[in-house]
T-cell receptor
Framework: DVKVTQSSRYLVKRTGEKVFLECVQD?????MFWYRQDPGLGLRLIYF???????EKGDIPEGYSVSREKKERFSLILESASTNQTSMYLC??????????????FGEGSWLTVV | GDSVTQMEGPVTLSEEAFLTINCTYT??????LFWYVQYPGEGLQLLLK?????DKGSNKGFEATYRKETTSFHLEKGSVQVSDSAVYFC????????????FGQGTRLTINP
C-alpha cells in the first residue's frame, strides 16, 4: 500500500516562529502536494511539486514556502508563523500523468495551532 | 479556473435513511471526478471516482454518476449507517490539464441511530 507519512500530527507554535512540516512518501511518486483544510473552505492547495527541486504555487502560497531535495520528501515551511495559519495541513502524492485515471494518496494530516 | 461546489452542511440523518450530497463543477476540458471521505481524526480516503461522462463510480454502497450535461456528480447511498458519519469532499482533476485536485468545501454528515 502507498504510504504518505506526515511527521507531526499535532503542533503548537508561537507567532513568529519558523515551522517545518515534513512529509514522506514511499511509492516513488513524482507529484507531491501540500493542502490546508479549514471548515467551510474545503481543501486549498498551497504548493505542489512534480519533481525534485521543482515547485509550483497553488491557490494560497502566501506565507509559505516548500522544499523538495529528495523525491520522497516534501517539506512545507512557515517562515514566520501567524495565527491565521492555524489549520490542518494535508500532504499528498501521486504518479505523474496518472491523476485523471488514478488517485492522490493523502497523509493523516498535521494539526497546527499558532498562539 | 476550475471549481467545485457542494451542498452546504451539516447534514443529519437517521440510520437507514437515503442520502444525497449534491456536487456540481465548472471545468475546462474533460476532468475526472472524485468523492473523498474523511473520518474523524483521519486523513482523506478515496471513496469513488469517475473518469468520463456517464461513468458511475461505486464503493461501500455509495455511488455517483458523472453527468456532463448538468456538470454534476451527486453522491448517493440508499441506506446510511452510523459508521458513515464523516466529512465528504467532491473533487475534480485534470480539467485545466493541471496535475492537481480541486476540492469542494466539504459536507459534514452525521448519522443518528
Amino acid at each position: 500500500d502507498v504510504k504518505v507519512t506526515q511527521s507531526s500530527r499535532y503542533l503548537v507554535k508561537r507567532t513568529g516562529e519558523k515551522v517545518f512540516l515534513e512529509c514522506v512518501q514511499d511509492m516513488d511518486h513524482e507529484n507531491m502536494f501540500w493542502y490546508r483544510q479549514d471548515p467551510g473552505l474545503g481543501l486549498r492547495l498551497i504548493y505542489f511539486s512534480y519533481d525534485v527541486k521543482m515547485k509550483e504555487k497553488g491557490d494560497i502560497p502566501e506565507g509559505y514556502s516548500v522544499s523538495r531535495e529528495k523525491k520522497e520528501r516534501f517539506s512545507l515551511i512557515l517562515e514566520s508563523a501567524s495565527t491565521n495559519q492555524t489549520s490542518m495541513y494535508l500532504c499528498a502524492s501521486s504518479l505523474w500523468g496518472e491523476l485523471t485515471g488514478n488517485t492522490i494518496y493523502f497523509g493523516e494530516g498535521s494539526w497546527l495551532t499558532v498562539v | 479556473g476550475d471549481s467545485v461546489t457542494q451542498m452546504e452542511g451539516p447534514v443529519t440523518l437517521s440510520e437507514e435513511a437515503f442520502l444525497t450530497i449534491n456536487c456540481t463543477y465548472t471545468a475546462t476540458g474533460y476532468p475526472s471526478l472524485f468523492w473523498y471521505v474523511q473520518y474523524p481524526g483521519e486523513g482523506l480516503q478515496l471513496l469513488l471516482k469517475a473518469t468520463k461522462a456517464d461513468d458511475k463510480g461505486s464503493n461501500k454502497g455509495f455511488e455517483a454518476t458523472y453527468r456532463k450535461e448538468t456538470t454534476s456528480f451527486h453522491l448517493e447511498k440508499g441506506s446510511v449507517q452510523v459508521s458513515d458519519s464523516a466529512v465528504y469532499f467532491c473533487a475534480l482533476a485534470g480539467g485545466s490539464g493541471a496535475q492537481k485536485l480541486v476540492f469542494g468545501q466539504g459536507t459534514r454528515l452525521t448519522i443518528n441511530p
